[in-house]
């Protein structure tokens, strides 16, 4: 009996073996394509699933409107987003199953650790690949790989530069995610950088992914030791709470943070009379006053009733920055992946590109990016411009 | 007669494997297997491995654990490690992986004895909740470690990786949560279906030893065992870290297989060692075979869900609590055997049918 049962569940595997046969046929974007192939992956489900989600919409929006606009070169784009679930077993799953797609040209992974594994596949294969914001240095260790975002040391090195620049504080407490691979980068290069300035770091206080909700006694530490200032290099989840808690304790040092403090002032039951005064290096505002940006931001409320963070805004990004490499490169879609890759590869380092995270952004052959970051500061529930 | 038919099935099953790789690597030739199912061999394998492993624990032992991607994340880290720092010195890669393979399985195997002389002297539910407890505790202290090597040697910490003070040539091996980049990519598909072959033999004539009927006899009632003379903490010792080490080289083709390797909740957390045994039970506890076509099975339904888009991970849902209804649910059982084909028609043929 038993035997008999496992027989018919091997023929199934069996035939699933044979469906990958079949499915098989449909190789590779090299040839006769009349469309651009872009694919990226990200996390769509679990925690993670906020910033995928931002990154797959605002690339949508961006591949919208340059296929409303005729394309590039005249080529529409065909685009495909996949869920990596946050995982780099998954990520590179994503990715295969993209090229059996067609994919010509990578626009991911969202998080950090999946563009790594990605990154290493791509290399194999001698595809281009932009991450949105995949901020690890790891992720642009080969030449086809270019990023949108600031790199988790530039923006450490950045943070501890302005303060020590602007004469922010001289005493300075940093509450950071040492679980957390874009937090415990930024404040390690914060850290060294530190050392050269002319503020000293007197509490440097670590959380984990497993005690993210009380705060006290770092807040506790950052009080005693008279810091002036607190660092804050994590996402805006953990902030809003640090802010909420600080508050309560009648401690009110300037706070600054990076990046993925971005969102905070959407934050559903979050006063954000708690965030006045904070600052942060951010290279995107949602509510600045130009054109693109508020024509994009419309656009993102309009189709998901929400307000694109800098994930989102990275995306969009990447997708014009592609199109114009691409235009630049006079590539057209029927050319063989690598003869795309090198096109690419070749034109990013020329490009000097105005967009929502920035403008006159270059690249070197490297992979980073160089654009100038802004300091905003929040006044009255919105951000402002510092200087 | 009873042993012969066990050696019967094992063969089977052997060949079965044999028959898969072989099939599997026509494919690759002639270039149809799709760019997915490539990437997705090495990973079914090492998968299956886990599952056999801790079909050893779970089956054949008859102890609950929850902590089995615990060892399968130290056999990551050891062998990952090893690879990373031997690259320049061991230029072979076939010697260096080989190596990796061994160092990964009996450091997994070594924390399996420790734990289990701890354990092991629990039973049932708190057994599992111990377990539990470990596979997170392994996570998170590899978490906080930070190692570093550099011409004066190894340093260790666990504040930050500044703090391990590396010379200039120096370099941060494991970087805390950001583990370990730039493993080399030495798993093959060839190698893990020998390691996959080679855990089902290993496990399998330890349960048709002399130590496996003394374990199946402390499975199947500890008092009568006891009294029998069978040292009963030696014996289950034995076979949890048999598993543990198998688990561990789970682990080194999963790290051998990714360029990057964190520990997070994700690839070793308790979800991890929840969905091994998920693919245990649906498999059939005790049963070799089964757990490697569910490992198998459940690896692929998600990846080739895809097209689903959202509706992914829930149509996953319903279709592993459907298997289960199907596999074990009596009435279920009833209705397969009566609309076998086996009765008409001749053996092999029969099996075409009832897949279809």
């Known amino acids: 009996m038993k035997m008999k049962r496992m027989f018919g569940l091997l023929l199934v595997l069996s035939l699933v073996v044979a469906s990958f046969a079949a ?127 600031f790199s988790d040391p530039n923006q450490g090195s950045a943070s501890a530069k302005y303060i020590s620049d602007k004469g922010l504080a001289t005493k300075v407490a940093v509450i950071y995610d040492s679980s ?208 | 007669m009873a042993i012969k038919k066990t050696t019967k099935s094992n063969l089977i099953t052997i060949a079965i494997l044999i028959i898969i790789y072989i099939v599997c690597q026509i494919l690759i030739a002639t270039g149809s297997m799709s760019n997915l199912m490539k990437g997705l061999l090495v990973p079914l394998c090492y998968y299956s491995i886990m599952a056999v492993s801790l079909n050893l624990t779970v089956g054949i032992l008859g102890e609950l654990s929850l902590g089995h991607a615990g060892f399968m994340c ?77 011409r004066n040697g190894l340093h260790f910490s666990m504040q930050d990786s500044m703090s391990l003070n590396l010379l200039e040539d120096g370099e941060a091996i494991l970087n805390g949560p950001r583990g370990i980049t730039g493993t080399p990519k030495n798993a093959t598909f060839t190698i893990a279906i020998i390691l996959l072959i080679l855990t089902y033999v290993i496990i399998t004539n330890l349960v048709n030893s002399r130590s496996g009927r003394a374990i199946m006899a402390i499975r199947d009632n500890r008092i009568a065992a006891e009294t029998m003379g069978i040292p009963i903490t030696r014996f289950k010792i034995l076979a949890f870290s048999i598993s543990a080490g198998l688990a561990g080289v789970a682990g080194v083709l999963y790290s051998h297989n990714i360029s990057t390797l964190t520990a997070t909740p994700k690839n070793f957390g308790y979800n991890m060692s929840i969905m091994i045994l998920v693919f245990v039970v649906l498999g059939g506890i005790g049963n070799l075979r089964g757990s490697i076509i569910a490992a198998v099975i459940l690896t692929l339904l998600p990846e080739y869900l895809r097209f689903m888009q959202d509706y992914r991970m829930l149509i996953y849902a319903v279709v592993l609590i459907a298997l289960m209804i199907f596999n074990w649910n009596p009435t279920c059982i009833q209705w397969r055997e009566n609309h076998s084909l086996k009765n008409y028609l001749p053996m092999f043929f029969k099996k075409e049918k009832e897949g279809l």
């Open chain 2, 74 to 150: 130290i056999g990551a880290f050891a062998s990952s490690f090893f690879s990373k720092t031997m690259v320049d010195v061991i230029g072979n890669t076939f010697i260096r992986f080989t190596l990796a393979i061994i160092i990964g399985a009996l450091s997994a195997a070594l924390f399996g004895m420790i734990i289990g002389v701890a354990v092991l002297r629990l039973r049932g539910d708190y057994l599992a909740i111990v377990t539990l407890a470990f596979g997170e505790i392994i996570k998170n202290v590899i978490n906080v470690l930070y190692i570093g090597i550099d």
């Open chain 1, 23 to 149: 499915c098989g046929t449909k190789e590779g974007g090299s040839g006769g394509n009349d469309k651009f192939y872009i694919g990226g992956m990200g996390p769509l489900t679990g925690d993670a699933a906020s910033y995928g989600l931002h990154v797959k919409w605002s690339a949508e929006i961006a591949v919208e409107e340059i296929n409303a606009a005729g394309g590039i070169n005249g080529k529409q784009i065909e685009f495909r987003f996949e869920d990596d679930e946050h995982d780099p077993e998954k990520a590179v799953n994503a990715y295969n199953n993209l090229k059996d797609w067609g994919l010509q040209v990578v626009m991911g992974a969202v998080t950090s650790g999946p563009s790594v594994a990605v990154a290493e596949e791509t290399k194999n294969d001698n595809m281009f690949m932009i991450t949105p914001s995949g901020s690890a240095p790891a992720v642009v260790k080969y030449d086809n790989a270019f990023q949108v975002c």
């Open chain 1, 180 to 387: 957390e691979v874009y937090s415990s980068g930024i404040y390690e290069k914060f850290a060294s950088e530190a050392k050269n300035s002319n503020f000293e770091i007197v509490a440097a206080e670590a959380f984990t992914a497993d005690s993210k909700s009380d705060f006290a006694v770092q807040l506790q530490k950052a009080k005693d030791s008279g810091a002036e200032l607190v660092f804050l290099p994590i996402y805006y989840q953990q902030a809003v709470l640090i802010l909420t808690q600080a508050n309560d304790m009648g401690y009110k040092p300037i706070f600054f943070g990076c990046d993925g403090l971005d969102g905070i002032l959407g934050v559903e039951n979050f006063d954000t009379a708690l965030a006045e005064d904070v600052m942060l290096l951010t290279p995107f505002a949602a509510d600045a006053q130009d054109e693109k940006t508020q024509n994009f931001v419309a656009k993102f409320k309009e189709a998901h009733n929400e307000v694109p963070n800098q994930f989102g805004a990275d995306a969009y990004d990447a997708i014009y920055i592609l199109k114009e490499a691409l235009e630049a490169g006079n590539v057209t879609p029927d050319m063989s992946t690598s003869d795309i890759t090198e096109a690419l590869k070749k034109e990013i380092t020329q490009l000097n590109f105005d967009g929502l995270t920035g403008a006159g952004m270059t690249w070197k052959a490297t992979g980073e990016v160089n654009k100038e970051p802004k300091a905003v500061i929040i006044k009255d529930g919105a951000y402002t411009l510092f200087d």
